[in-house]
C-alpha cells in the first residue's frame, strides 16, 4: 500500500477551523485539520468523544449546526473545487448525491412514518438519478444490493418492522441510491451487536470494492480501524495528532497518545496485571492549553511541548505525526 | 472446580469453601400480550432459560453475549430485583428461597452493583458524599455521624479527591462518575460486585483507568465480580472464567484463557472473530455469521443457535445439544463441541447460512 500516489485526492481538507460560541468562551472543536481522500479508500478518522471527529465531517457537508457553530478558516476541495464557496443550493445538489452522510443511530436517521422503500427513492428523485416511473425498480435493486433479502417485501415495510442491522443497511441503500463519490460514515456500526457490526462493515467494503467509493469511517474503535480503514488518522482536542497508512498505526505507532491509545486497548494473548492507561482526561475544548494539548498527559514531554504546538513531521511512505518527541530520522522510534 | 450437571437440595460446586453465589437451572421468563391492544393471548419471554453458573470468592466471571442474550436479566435476578420462575440461586452456599425475608434481605445487601451509564445511574440532585454513604446508612452499617469519615475513605479507595464530597455528580467526568458508581458500590462492604458494562460508556483511554481500579479493589478486599460485558477484549483481562450466553442460555463457559484459545461453540467462536482486535493485515479469516440474534419471544427448535451456525445439520434442528465438557472446567452446548475444541472445522472457511431476520 503506497501512498506516493499519481492520482488526485477526491477530498482535499486544508486548515479547517470550525468553532462554537459558547457562554464560557469560544469552543474550538475543529482547529486546523488537513487530510486528503484519495478515490476507493477508506480513511479512518479515530479519537475519543469530543476529539472533533464528527465535526469533522459535518464540517465537509456544510452541516456545522449554527449559529453557535462556524467554520471559521480552512478549505474543503471536492474534485479540486472549494465548496465552502458553494452557495446553499449548489451544496444541496452536492450532499445526498455526490457526498453522502450516514450517522451512528440507524433508528433515528429513518422517517417512522414512511415506507422505507419511499425513503430510499427520495434522494433519487430529489437528485433526478430516477424517475417516477422507473424508482420502485431502483429502490428493490438498492436494497438487493445491500444485501436485503425479499426487497420488493421489505421496501413496502416500516422502519419499526426491521431489526437494527437491516434498519443500517436500509440507510447504506439511502446513502448509496445517488452513486456518491464519497461516503462519510459516523460511527455506522456502534449502536449495532457485534456479529452484525462485522455485517455491516463487509457490506461497506464489498459495496466499496464494486464501486470504487471514497470513505470516510468516524470511529473511536481500533478493532473496525483495522477491520475497515486503508490509513487512520488520530484526532485528539480537535487536531490530527497522527495519520498513517493502517498497517503503520499499528505496528509503529509514533504520537505519545497514539501509544497510549493503543496500549489502552487490552490484546487477547498477553494478560497483564495492570493496563497500560492514559492519565488525566481529555482537555475541555474551550480551554484547550497551550502548546501540545497533550502535553499535561504526555509521558515523553519536553519543555517546548507546553510553549508551541509541534510541526507536522513526516516520518516515510505517508505517516505524519505532530509530536516535539518523535525523532524523525528513526523513523518512528 | 468442575462443573457437575445437579439437581435437588445440594449446590453443584463442592469445595470447601462454597462459592459466593450459585445459579442452578435458573429459568426466568417474562409474560406479554401478543395480540392487539385487547387481546387475553400472552406469551412467555425466555429471558433467561436454565442458566447454571457460579462464582468464587475473590473471582470474576465473566458474562458475554450480544444484545437480548439475557445478561442483564441474569443481573437483576442476583440482584432480586426479580425472582426466578425456576431454578435456584445460592448465596454462600445457602439457597435463597430456603432463607427467611430477613435473612434474603441482609445477604443480598451484600451485593454491590456498578451499571453502564454513569450519567443516569448517580442522583443529579445528591453531593457526592451522600450518593456514596446512602446505601450503607440504609441497611443500617454506617451510623450517620460516621458519613464524613466513611465518605473519605471512599473516595481515597475509588482515587477520587477528598473535596469531591461536596460536589455534584455533574460536576464529574464519565470516568470520575463511575469511580463514584464503584464507591458507592463499595459502601455495603460488599463481599460480590455486580458490574454491567461499567466501561462500554467511557472513552478508550479512560477504560483501562476504570479496569485498574476495579483490580485493585478486588484484590483489596477480596471481591467476587460479575462482569457483563459485550467487549471480548477487556473481559479477557478481567475475568478468571467466562460465560458465553446466547438468546438466554450459557451456550459455553471455561476459564478464560483457555477458552478464548480453543473456543468450543460455533457461536463463541464468531463472537471472538468479531470482536477481537485484529491485524489489519489479517482481515480476510473473520468468520461473519449471517443473520441476527432471533427474538426470545419464539426461540428456535433444537438448538437455539442453529438457523445462524454455519456447521448445523439434521439433529441440531430438533435436538438441544446438552453442555458437555471438552476439558476440566470448560464445557460446550454443542453437539461438536469436542471437534471444535480440537481445532475443528474452520468457520471462516464455511459459508454462513442466508438467513432472513424478521
Known sequence: MSTLRSEAPLLSVRGLRTHFASRDGVAKAVDGVSFDVYPGETLGLVGESGSGKSVTCLSIVRLVPGPAG??????????????????????????????????????????????????????????????????????????????????????RQFPHEMSGGMRQRVVAALALGCQPELLIADEPTTALDVTVQAQILRLLRDLQEESGLSMILVTHDFGIVARACDRVAVMYAGRIVELAPVADIFERPAHPYTIGLMGSVPKVGTKLARMLSIEGQP??????????????????????????????????????????????GEDGR | MTLAETQGGQPAVSTATPPVLELQGVSRHFRVRTGGLLSRSHAAVRAVDNVSLFIAAGETLGVVGESGCGKTTVARLIL????????????????????????????????????????????????????????????????????????????????????????????????????????????????????????????????????????????????????????????????????????????????????????????SRALLSASLPINPRERKSEIILGGEVPSPLNPPEGCRFHPRCPLAFERCRVEQPPMTEVTPGHASACFLAEELHRGGPQLSQVPSPDVSPT
Open chain 1, 70 to 155: 462556524k467554520i471559521v478558516a480552512g478549505e474543503i476541495l471536492l474534485d479540486g473545487k472549494d465548496i465552502l464557496a458553494l452557495s446553499q443550493s449548489d451544496m444541496a445538489n452536492i450532499r445526498g448525491s455526490r457526498v453522502a452522510y450516514i450517522t451512528q443511530d440507524p433508528l433515528t436517521s429513518l422517517d417512522p412514518l414512511f415506507r422505507v422503500g419511499a425513503q430510499v427513492g427520495e434522494p433519487m428523485l430529489a437528485h433526478h438519478r430516477a424517475s417516477r416511473r422507473d424508482v420502485r425498480g431502483r429502490v428493490v435493486e438498492m436494497l438487493r444490493r445491500v444485501r436485503i433479502p425479499a426487497p420488493e417485501i421489505r421496501a
Open chain 1, 283 to 328: 482537555p475541555d475544548v474551550r480551554h484547550i492549553p497551550a502548546g501540545c494539548p497533550f502535553a499535561p498527559r504526555c509521558t515523553a514531554r519536553l519543555d517546548v511541548c507546553t510553549a508551541e504546538y509541534p510541526p507536522t513531521r513526516l516520518l516515510g511512505d505517508g505517516h505524519e505525526v505532530a509530536c516535539w518527541a518523535v525523532d524523525p
Open chain 2, 80 to 267: 432480586r430485583d426479580i425472582p426466578p420462575t425456576a431454578g435456584r440461586v445460592w448465596f454462600g452456599g445457602r439457597a435463597l428461597d430456603t432463607m427467611s425475608h430477613d435473612e434474603r434481605a441482609a445477604l443480598t445487601r451484600s451485593v454491590g452493583a456498578v451499571f453502564q451509564d454513569p450519567f443516569s445511574s448517580l442522583n443529579p440532585r445528591h453531593r457526592v458524599s451522600t450518593i456514596i454513604t446512602e446505601p450503607a446508612v440504609i441497611v443500617g452499617k454506617l451510623p450517620r455521624a460516621n458519613r464524613r469519615a466513611a465518605t473519605k475513605e471512599l473516595l481515597r479507595l475509588v482515587g477520587l479527591p477528598a473535596n469531591a464530597a461536596d460536589l455534584y455528580p455533574h460536576e464529574f467526568s464519565g470516568g470520575q462518575r463511575q469511580r463514584i458508581a464503584v464507591a458507592r458500590a463499595l459502601s455495603v462492604s460488599p463481599s460480590l460486585l455486580i458490574l454491567d458494562e461499567p466501561i462500554s460508556a467511557l472513552d478508550v483511554s479512560i477504560r483501562a483507568q476504570i479496569i485498574n481500579l476495579l483490580k485493585e479493589v478486588q484484590h483489596t478486599f477480596n471481591l467476587a465480580y460479575l462482569f457483563i460485558a459485550h467487549d471480548l477484549a477487556s473481559v479477557y483481562h478481567m475475568a478468571d472464567r467466562v460465560a458465553v450466553m446466547y438468546l438466554g442460555q450459557v451456550v459455553e463457559t471455561g476459564e478464560t484463557v483457555e477458552l478464548y484459545s480453543r473456543p468450543s461453540h460455533p457461536y
